[in-house]
């Protein structure tokens, strides 16, 4: 079997360990029954645990980053609808690839530097799209061209931040879980509305 081919199967079976036992239970020799090859050639092609979970995370990263600039579709379509498009891909994706995303949301955040790091970078190249898409919109939409860019970055945050937590929902085990259109109309519905009255110069306050 050509060493591509290998890697890329040791991979598939690391992200389904990790994804299904956590990363300080799962174990090189668990991956290597899985994969269905020895533990020394795990090492050999992989080098160790934490570079087979760092290997493991920019994989499902640029997957996840290919699907949703994949799914907008540039000059194919307003800038909303590319936003539209954007979020169908991303919760298509994740719903896709269950155990890439328990990696990528449950594993790697919460185990320190520098798999966080490497989940951070993956945000912010979603953000910086997010937050271009959101722009763009604004501008097509003739709504106030002076729109703070603070608070464009800002919404593009909560947008990516909101869409991480829904994905989480949505692919929970057990429930009545949510298609990738419905997931994305919702988050739409959610955030369409407020950004609709921010650009508009309706920006909500506190009572006093």
Known sequence: MPRA?????????AVETFAQRG?????????AVVAGVSKPLVYLYLNSKEELFSACIRREAEALV??????????????AQQLWCGLRGF???TAANPDGWAVLN?????????????????????????TRLIAAASREAGYDPELAGREVAGLAHALVGAAESLAGW??????????SKEAAATLMNFAWAGLENLMNGRHWSPAL
């Open 5 to 13: 081919v290998r890697e890329q199967q040791m991979l598939d079976a």
């Open 170 to 179: 949505a692919n929970a085990p057990g429930g009545d879980s949510p298609t």
């Open 23 to 31: 990363y300080g239970a799962a174990s090189m020799d668990e991956i």
């Open 66 to 79: 290919a699907a949703v600039r994949g799914a907008v579709e540039p000059g194919a379509r307003s800038a």
């Open 106 to 130: 449950n594993q790697a955040r919460t185990q320190g530097e520098p798999f966080a790091r490497e989940i951070a970078v993956m945000r912010e190249e979603i953000i910086e799209l997010v």
């Open 91 to 93: 919760f298509a994706h």
